[in-house]
Every structure is written in structure tokens, then in C-alpha cells.
T-cell receptor, first 114, second 114 residues
Framework: AQSVSQHNHHVILSEAASLELGCNYSYGGTVNLFWYVQYPGQHLQLLLKYFSGDPLVKGIKGFEAEFIKSKFSFNLRKPSVQWSDTAEYFCAVNPYNQGGKLIFGQGTELSVKP | GAGVSQSPSNKVTEKGKDVELRCDPISGHTALYWYRQSLGQGLEFLIYFQGNSAPDKSGLPSDRFSAERTGGSVSTLTIQRTQQEDSAVYLC????????????FGPGTRLTVT
């Protein structure tokens, strides 16, 4: 079955620390890849997306992600986190032949200590 | 413009009752999605509409769940004979037609079945 795996359920960092959240998916065909973020009390919103081309994509608020096709991975990174990055982060996969359906990972809760 | 809106924001119902959840997508968005967010299950896809038709209903958990969309706009998710395991946040998202467009999420309806 298609699935998305996020390795870290809860990450705690101090401000200015570097962040990397892992995401792996199981789907053999072409996919579009997304990271969504949900700040406390807010809607899910898009951080960044990968459709094709340069596998290193940049998103909002200094986030970036790298698609490594051979590893079926799409890890999210930020060089220096801020307290305002405290949120839950979701990796999602859209299999190419399944309309716009998103398959989400379980989410990673990030807590940044000031 | 206005984002995706959902109503009610909270719904408490007794086991066995029917509930209707409403979603108003962003104007001009032809694709509409329903997801469910619950503890232990994460974010699960339920159903996808393209216009008024639903090419993918694969995520509906049982025949107690149904959804419709009229006029290519508003959608209603109906849960009949609610069970406690239906308690979750039901999220609606909309996007422009086509593959891989960003989905914009609404605030969700928190359903509690007592």
C-alpha cells in the first residue's frame, strides 16, 4: 500500500539550531511532493512543493527540501530555527495518476525553545 | 479573496445520530477534497471531487459516510449513525483544476461523538 513515513514524531530544538525532518514514501511511480505546516490554532498551509526539475526546492520562511529519488525521500531542512517555527509539519505525496489526492505522513511536532 | 470555509466549527452529537458537515471552497476552484485528522490515524484522505463528480471515493471508511457537491461549489459530508470512532477533525481543501496544484485547507470541523 502507498504510505508516507515521517521518522520523528516530536522534535525539540533550541533557537538557532539546525533542523532536518525526514520523510520517506512508498510509491514506485511519478509523484508530486509537499510539506505542509500547521501552526497552533491555524489552518494547514503549504511550506513548499516539488513537481519536477531541481530536486532542491525552497519554500517560505527559509525552509528547503531535497528530493532524492533513489531513496524515495523528501527531507525538510532549515539552517536556523526560530521559536515561531513551533508547529506540526506534515509531508505529503500526490501520486501522479490519482488526481490531486494527498497521502500524508503522521506528522512531526516541532517545539523550539526560546 | 476568502479562503475555504467550513461549518460548523464544532459539532457534538450523540452516538447514532446523523451529522452534516459543510465546505465552501475558494471561488473558482474546481477540485475539492475531504480529509479526516484524528489521533492515532493522522491525516487521511476521504474523497475528491472534480466539479460535481467524485472520481475517487476510496478513502470513505464505511457506507455510513457520503458526500456530495452541487453547482461545482459547496460540498456536504454526511455521516449517518455516528459512532465514537468518527470523532475527529474533518478538513476540507480546494484547488484549481489540474495535477499537483496547491490545496488550500479550511479550518476544519471538530466532531465529537458522545
Amino acid at each position: 500500500a502507498q504510505s508516507v513515513s515521517q521518522h520523528n514524531h516530536h522534535v525539540i530544538l533550541s533557537e538557532a539550531a539546525s533542523l532536518e525532518l525526514g520523510c520517506n514514501y512508498s510509491y514506485g511511480g511519478t509523484v508530486n511532493l509537499f510539506w505542509y505546516v500547521q501552526y497552533p490554532g491555524q489552518h494547514l498551509q503549504l511550506l513548499l512543493k516539488y513537481f519536477s526539475g531541481d530536486p532542491l526546492v525552497k519554500g517560505i520562511k527559509g525552509f528547503e527540501a531535497e528530493f532524492i529519488k533513489s531513496k524515495f525521500s523528501f527531507n525538510l531542512r532549515k539552517p536556523s530555527v526560530q521559536w515561531s517555527d513551533t508547529a506540526e509539519y506534515f509531508c505529503a505525496v500526490n501520486p501522479y495518476n490519482q488526481g490531486g489526492k494527498l497521502i500524508f505522513g503522521q506528522g512531526t511536532e516541532l517545539s523550539v525553545k526560546p | 479573496g476568502a479562503g475555504v470555509s467550513q461549518s460548523p466549527s464544532n459539532k457534538v452529537t450523540e452516538k447514532g445520530k446523523d451529522v452534516e458537515l459543510r465546505c465552501d471552497p475558494i471561488s473558482g476552484h474546481t477540485a475539492l477534497y475531504w480529509y479526516r485528522q484524528s489521533l492515532g490515524q493522522g491525516l487521511e484522505f476521504l474523497i475528491y471531487f472534480q466539479g460535481n463528480s467524485a472520481p475517487d471515493k476510496s478513502g470513505l471508511p464505511s457506507d455510513r459516510f457520503s458526500a456530495e457537491r452541487t453547482g461545482g461549489s459547496v460540498s456536504t459530508l454526511t455521516i449517518q449513525r455516528t459512532q465514537q470512532e468518527d470523532s475527529a477533525v474533518y478538513l476540507c481543501a480546494s484547488s484549481l483544476e489540474g495535477l499537483g496544484y496547491e490545496q488550500y485547507f479550511g479550518p476544519g470541523t471538530r466532531l465529537t461523538v458522545t
